[in-house]
């Protein structure tokens, strides 16, 4: 029986070193293999990423990550997240932008008008400066409780003094009659005596003009 020493290769896998006369050349490390270790897994070839085509997916982002050939694909994705990936943009500081018509502006910190609680830049943060209607309204609407305010102080401060006036003019009355009546009683002991013809006489005339000053005085 004729013998062909020549024909065929080893696995060149480290489990398996089988005589296969039909072996399988790794593009990738240039060794052979038998039908069952040719693959890149299967052989645990050292040299798979510089002929595997697939891209890596960032896990943050969930964006391809192209790979140069014969770079590792744990390198360019570290790279990626440190450098491009979008998932960790730095926050914007000047965030707060002008509510004025026309105005592009934006300022590191908000500037709040107190009567329309809008936000605007350093140029526009006084209400003239954007032309604040609230402030308008509520300027005018001051204006008119001022007026009326005004007006109802004035009323009070007459009333005030027409009763103080009516108050002063019946003390006065008061104080007449007071005096009046006094004059003509007199003291109790003058009292005590009989009166004459000519005393009683002169009592019914007081009376009378007493009663018609107090007619007078109403």
């Known amino acids: 029986m004729a013998e062909f020493p020549d024909l065929g290769k080893h696995c060149n896998a480290s489990c398996c070193s089988r005589l296969d006369f039909l072996p399988i050349r790794c593009d990738a490390c240039s060794l052979t293999f038998c039908i069952e270790h ?20 960032c896990p943050l982002c969930n964006k391809p990550v192209p790979t140069p050939k014969g770079v590792p694909y744990d390198v360019q ?3 990626h997240i440190k450098n491009n990936c979008t998932n ?33 830049c350093v140029k526009h943060r006084i209400d003239i400066d954007h032309k ?28 005030q003094n027409c009763a103080q006036q009516a108050r002063n003019t019946m003390s006065e009355d008061e104080a007449l ?25 002169e009592q019914l ?14």
Request: charged share 25%.
């Open 38 to 57: 040719f693959t890149y897994a299967a052989h645990d070839c050292a040299n798979s990423h510089l002929k595997n085509v697939q891209v890596p997916v």
């Open 77 to 79: 994705v570290d790279n």
């Open 88 to 120: 960790q943009q730095k926050p914007k500081l000047y965030s707060n932008r002008c509510s004025m018509k026309g105005c592009k502006n934006k300022e590191l910190v908000p500037f709040i008008c107190p009567s329309c609680n809008l936000n605007f």
């Open 132 to 159: 604040c209607e609230a402030g308008k309204t509520g300027n005018a609407n001051q204006k008119q409780l001022s007026k009326t305010a005004l007006a109802a102080m004035q009323r009070n401060q007459g009333q």
């Open 177 to 201: 009659a007071r005096a009046l009546e006094l004059s003509l009683n007199g003291p109790s002991s003058s009292r005590s005596a009989p009166m004459t013809d000519e005393e009683l006489a």
């Open 205 to 218: 005339q007081r009376e009378e003009n007493l009663k018609a000053t107090r007619t007078d005085f109403r």
